[in-house]
């Protein structure tokens, strides 16, 4: 890698060039010349998952943060390789007019969906599990377990925004928008 700059306490790694090219893009059966919806991603994601060869030099794990590295960006699709420190929670957000999916490849995390009515919606995803989202859909990803864990996401169209949700000491819930470029964290109460 090139080089690395520093946001909040997150690294973003951008390779010199895209880790994944046009060649290498173009063999992973996708979709061409729109925008992809999130079973269309989720394929996406798993083809990628197979594929190690491909990301595999950027799984790096540091005990005090989590690390992201844009594998891929083009007109219609951003690919993140994330290795996630012991405990780190993204917190709730939502990904502005982005569909996603993600996929783990080794240790595991845990999904939440927001609920108003009651607890979150939850599950527990090893390495081998993939799931998609909506644009509409509200979610917090958080490590578990003791082992380090890698995922890859994949984003159409491209991430540029996300929403940061956060409870005030009030109880009224609060969007914040926020760049792609800066780290999620969980912020305030969890709820
Ligand atoms: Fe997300």
Same mark, same amino acid.
């Given at each position: ?5 520093? /946001?909040?306490?997150?690294?973003? =790694? ?11 893009? =173009?063999?992973i059966? /996708?979709?061409?010349? #729109? ?7 989720? +394929? ?7 594929r190690?060869?491909?990301?595999? $030099?950027?799984?790096? %794990?540091?005990? @005090? ?6 594998? !891929?960006?083009? &007109? /219609? !699709? @951003? ?6 420190? $012991? ?6 957000? $939502?990904?502005?007019?982005? +569909?996603?999916?993600?996929a ?9 969906? !927001? ?5 979150? #919606?939850? &599950?527990? !995803?090893? +390495? ?6 909506? +644009? ?16 890859? /996401? ?15 000491? $009030?109880?009224?819930?609060?969007? %914040? ?7 999620? &964290? ?6």
């Open positions: 890698m090139s080089s690395t700059s520093q /946001h909040s306490s997150g690294t973003i =790694a951008r390779p010199p060039r895209p880790a994944i090219g046009p060649s290498e893009l =173009a063999r059966p /996708h979709p061409r010349g #729109r925008d992809l919806a999130g079973d269309e991603l989720q +394929a996406f994601v798993i083809e990628l998952a197979e190690p060869e491909l990301w595999i $030099d950027f799984v790096h %794990h540091n005990t @005090t943060q989590r690390l992201y590295t844009e594998l !891929l960006s083009d &007109r /219609h !699709l @951003t690919a993140w390789l994330i290795c996630w420190m $012991d405990e780190y929670d993204t917190g709730f957000h $939502d990904h502005d007019v982005s +569909a996603g999916a993600v783990v490849v080794s240790g595991s995390v845990r999904e939440e969906r !927001l609920r108003i009515d009651g607890p979150p #919606r939850d &599950r527990a !995803l090893r +390495a081998g599990d993939s799931f998609h989202f909506s +644009a509409a859909d509200i979610h917090r990803v958080r490590h578990t377990g003791v082992d380090p864990a890698v995922t890859l /996401h994949v984003y159409s169209p491209p991430l540029l925004h996300m929403g940061a949700y956060v409870v005030g000491e $009030d109880g009224v819930l609060a969007r %914040h928008p926020m760049s792609h470029r800066e780290e999620l &964290r969980q912020l305030g109460n969890p709820r």
